[in-house]
Nanobody, 125 residues
Framework: QLQLVESGGGLVQPGGSLRLSCAAS????????IGWFRQAPGKEREGVSC????????YYADSVKGRFTISRDNAKNTVYLQMNSLKPEETAVYYC??????????????????WGQGTQVTVSS
């Protein structure tokens, strides 16, 4: 069974950068599209981005376009989320999740079968 583990979270100043990783075990990651979600305190979880199995298709939330980049290295069984120009309101727990495909409905949590435990990102001065 696929297991996902996020890492790379931490404390960063506004305008700073972080790169999150989503490492897979128990199954080959290349069989799965991967989405990133985040949940801020007191708010619902929201979709941030997704990437197809080959990496050729990606989607981003409008709020992160031009600042976040999703990528994958199937040889390392890992998906990355490079986050630049971070804002305080992006403080949240970030989760990765596995789906069959990456589509324009990447934000629908019900599509995803496997979830990681999340990694905390705090943007503060």
């Amino acid at each position: 069974q696929l297991q996902l583990v996020e890492s790379g979270g931490g404390l960063v100043q506004p305008g700073g950068s972080l790169r999150l990783s989503c490492a897979a075990s128990g199954s080959t990651l290349e069989y799965h599209a991967i989405g990133w979600f985040r949940q801020a305190p007191g708010k619902e979880r929201e979709g941030v981005s997704c990437i197809s199995r080959s990496g050729g298709i990606t989607y981003y939330a409008d709020s992160v376009k031009g600042r976040f980049t999703i990528s994958r290295d199937n040889a390392k069984n890992t998906v990355y989320l490079q986050m630049n120009s971070l804002k305080p309101e992006e403080t949240a727990v970030y989760y990765c999740a596995a789906d069959v495909s990456c589509s324009s409905r990447y934000y629908d949590e019900n599509r995803y079968d496997y979830w990681g435990q999340g990694t905390q990102v705090t943007v503060s001065s």
